[in-house]
Structures are given as C-alpha cells and as structure tokens.
C-alpha cells in the first residue's frame, strides 16, 4: 500500500531561521511528487511537481528536493506569510490518477 | 482565486436530510475530482470523473452520490449521512495529460452532520 509520512507535524520558526521539511514515501513504481500549500479556510495550492531521484524545483523561499525515498521541502529565510501547512502526496505509476497525501506539516513562522 | 468555485462554504445537516454540493470551473479543464479531508487525516480521494465520464471511485459508501453534467461542473449529492461524515469537501480540476497531476483546488465546502 501506498503510504506517505510527513515530519514535523508541526514547526515553529523566527522568521529568517532557514529549516526543512520532510515528506517519506513508499510507493509502487512512483510517477510524481507533489507539494501543495494550504492556508486555513483554503484548499491546497500546488507548489512543486517531482518526477525523478535527484531532481530539484525553486520558487522563491522554497527549494523541493527528491530522493528514491523521500523528498525535503527546504525554506530558506522564511516570512510570516510563508505560514501555511505544506501537503506532501505521490502518485503510483499505472492506470490511477490517485494522489496519496501526508497529514502535511503547519509551518508557522514568527515575526 | 484558483477558478473553482464550490457552494456552499459551510453546510449543517441532520442525518436524515439531503443536500448536494456543488463545483464550477472555468479553466477549461476536463478532470474533475472529489476530495474529503478530515481533522487528523490526510486528503482522500473519493471521485474522479474524466470528460463528464466517472473513472475512479475511491470505494466511497453509496450515501454520497456524485455528478458531473458537463466539463465544467461537479456534485456531489449527500443522504443519510452520518456524524462521521463531517470533514471539508474538496472539489479539484487539472489539466489533460502530463499536467493533469498540478490539481487546482476549490476552498471546500465545511459539512458538518448532527
């Protein structure tokens, strides 16, 4: 079965206090890595799409990384307005469009 | 604004109503899905419909029965629910091919079942 576990549940930060966050995955075959963004009273957001080990996307503050086994969501000097809860999900290779989530990090970050 | 719009934003119904929830889109996407998310819980899949056509069903118990008249809208019809059931209702569209994993979500319905 398809599984995906995301530390911390949940992570404070003073905001330029650079951190990561981790997303594990065991996936049959995997065909894509997905971060989104939630902000509260919101759906998800998509941020990043990873397709192979060693494959790394930016956007802004964020750096996502990949490896056979799980993947980092790196924050570089963060802001208050990067507070959100961060969704981690996989997808299998074959016929499903199934995405497979995390529980997802909170992420606050302190002026 | 991610052009989906779901209606209602909360709804409260008792055990023995129905209701129905509804989603929009104007992206010219042709997938549709149907999320549930609760307290504690990861987003599940529920629904997945492709050109108007249901391709997926997440083993989702027959009290929730879903829509999809046309590309661009989506419901989700609701009877004899049950407490449990309470959870934020996601409603999602993509893009056809590689693009299609880049989900673009709704702000939820928040259901709650007395």
């Known amino acids: 079965e398809d599984q995906v576990t995301q530390s911390p549940e949940a992570l404070r930060l003073q905001e330029g206090e650079s951190s990561s966050l981790n997303c594990s995955y065991t996936?049959?075959?995997?065909?894509?890595l997905f971060w989104y963004r939630q902000d509260p009273g919101k759906g998800p957001e998509f941020l990043f799409t990873?397709?192979?080990a060693g494959e790394e996307k930016e956007k802004e503050r964020l750096k996502a990384t990949l490896t056979k086994k799980e993947s980092f969501l790196h924050i570089t000097a963060p802001k208050p307005e990067d507070s959100a809860t961060y969704l981690c999900?996989?997808?299998?290779?074959?016929?499903?469009?199934?995405?497979?989530f995390g529980k997802g990090t909170k992420l606050t970050v302190n002026p | 604004e991610t052009g989906v719009t779901q209606t209602p934003r909360h709804l409260v119904m008792g055990m023995t109503n129905k209701k129905s929830l509804k989603c929009e889109q104007h992206?010219?996407?042709?997938?549709m899905y149907w999320y549930k998310q609760s307290a504690k819980k990861p987003l599940e899949l529920m629904f997945v419909?492709?050109?108007?056509?249901?391709?997926e069903n997440n083993s989702v118990p027959s009290r929730f029965s879903p829509e999809c008249p046309n590309s661009s809208h989506l419901f989700l019809h609701l009877h004899t629910l049950q407490p449990e059931d309470s959870a934020l209702y996601l409603c999602?569209?993509?893009?056809?091919?590689?693009?299609?994993?880049?989900?673009?979500f709704g702000s939820g319905t928040q259901l709650s079942v007395l």
């Open positions: 996936v049959s075959g995997l065909r894509g």
């Open positions: 990873l397709y192979s």
């Open positions: 992206l010219g996407h042709n997938a």
């Open positions: 419909y492709n050109f108007k056509e249901q391709t």
């Open positions: 999900a996989v997808q299998a290779q074959g016929g499903s469009e199934k995405l497979v």
């Open positions: 999602a569209s993509s893009h056809p091919g590689r693009q299609r994993e880049k989900l673009f």
